[in-house]
């Protein structure tokens, strides 16, 4: 079945340094893929996704790219902010059968940014 | 736009007794959906609709039950809680299956 495998954690960074958080992933055929993060005490929200293959998927600085041939989804941003510290998660949704869409998440990476 | 909404955000059970959770998505979105979320386990999804009036079964749906009779409401309910239903509990709306989904702040259960 789908599976999604992230990078353990957690991950401590100072302010301003680069931030990768690997995400590789295994699904029939080529399913969109998410990033999405989670504050403290809130809820899920989509950080960006792409659509196919090749696709660049940015938002707030982050940015990550499909990789077909890699199987890979790294997240990415080139300085880091207190205001980032959350948990991520990389996700896909089931492209067929009977699972109607339902999101394969991974196990979520928490990250810590200090001033 | 409110996006999706969860009412209650907190709530104490104490065993056996039963609750019902209420979702509510403005964004007329077709499918919609109930995870739980607890240490370690990352997300799991319970129940899902792919539409009102229909409901289907997911990874972890033993305790629970759920109706869709307006497209925009998805609600969740717990029978009979029991301690191992403590947990965070998430509601998320999709336009079609296979397309992101949004998620409401959700609720966090303890069942003593």
């Known amino acids: 079945g789908d599976s999604v495998t992230q990078m353990e954690g957690p991950v401590t960074l100072s302010e301003e340094a680069f931030l990768t958080i690997n995400c590789t992933y295994t699904a029939t055929g080529y399913p969109s893929l998410f990033w999405y993060v989670q504050y403290p005490g809130e809820g899920l929200q989509l950080l960006l996704k792409a659509t196919k293959a090749d696709d660049k998927g940015s938002n707030k600085g982050f940015e990550a790219t499909y990789r077909k041939e890699t199987t890979s989804f790294h997240l990415e941003k080139g300085s880091v902010q207190v205001s980032d510290s959350a948990v991520y998660f990389c996700?896909?949704?089931?492209?067929?059968?009977?699972?109607?869409?339902?999101?394969?998440f991974g196990q979520g990476t928490i990250l810590t940014v200090h001033p | 736009n409110a996006g999706v909404t969860q009412t209650p955000k907190f709530r104490v059970l104490k065993t056996g007794q039963s609750m019902t959770l209420l979702c509510a998505q403005d964004m007329n979105h077709e499918y919609m959906y109930w995870y739980r979320q607890d240490p370690g386990m990352g997300l799991r999804l319970i129940h899902y609709s792919v539409g009102e009036g229909t409901t289907a079964k997911g990874e972890v749906p033993d305790g629970y039950n759920v109706s869709r009779l307006k497209k925009q409401n998805f609600l969740l309910g717990l029978e009979s809680a029991a301690p191992s239903q403590t947990s965070v509990y998430f509601c998320a709306s999709s336009r079609q299956a296979a397309y992101e989904q949004y998620f409401g702040p959700g609720t966090r259960l303890t069942v003593t």
């Open positions: 996700a896909l949704p089931n492209a067929g059968g009977t699972s109607y869409g339902k999101l394969t």
